[in-house]
């Protein structure tokens, strides 16, 4: 692998950086390998996606922001490639034309699939990851904040219907939720979920 990294390095990078990257990428392996196969479900095509994913990091490393998680960054990075590559694998586009996936030239017809709209049990995951994370995020705020955002953002009431109920003005709730925000946004970087 370090030799395909070396290999692409099209932008002058520093030797410095060739190594933090390396290290980086050693101390993540395994978690990001694990990725991989549960999103490929399979041990050749999760090696495939691992090697996409590092050479998409390596060319992209200068946008990396160096404090925040790595981890994070190389999965973000991980399940772009993996919906790139489902796309490219779409037999919709593989096709030359749309009539040659309804007429072939053996005078057959072929039925179009259809793509399902429901989430995949990959996307649920990460949907159930992001809620826990966020009901936990939550949780660590001073309740004035945290009731206020659940009012907001989750419940969808009005600043006005918002200060009804704590008494307070809307300037006040406005604050509230200003404040509280930031401070969630403060929590969940902490927490490592998103850099």
Not at 95 to 107: C, H, K, Q, R, V
Not at 124 to 131: I, K, T
Request: with cysteine.
């Amino acid at each position: 692998m370090e030799t395909l990294i070396e290999n692409i390095s099209a932008e002058a990078r520093t030797e410095s950086d060739l190594r933090q990257f390396q290290q980086k990428v050693s101390e993540t392996r395994r978690r990001a390998y694990t990725m991989a196969l549960q999103l490929t479900r399979n041990p050749s095509d999760a090696e495939d996606l691992m090697q996409e994913t590092f050479v998409k990091a390596w060319k992209g490393y200068d946008s990396y922001i160096a404090g925040r998680p790595f981890l994070n960054w190389l999965l973000r990075i991980m399940q772009r490639a993996y919906l790139d590559s489902l796309r490219r694998e779409n037999p919709i586009r593989k096709a030359d034309s749309l009539n040659s996936m309804i007429s072939p030239s053996d005078g057959e017809v072929q039925e179009l699939p259809i793509a399902d709209s429901a989430p995949t049990p990959d996307q649920e995951l990460l949907a159930d990851e992001f809620r826990s994370e966020l009901h936990a995020s939550l949780a660590e705020l001073p309740e004035v904040y945290r009731t206020a955002i659940v009012m907001c953002d989750l419940e969808g009431l009005s600043y006005s219907e918002i200060a009804d109920v704590q008494r307070t003005t809307i300037g006040t709730v406005r604050s509230r939720i200003h404040r509280g925000r930031r401070l969630l946004r403060d929590i969940v970087i902490k927490r490592g979920f998103l850099a």
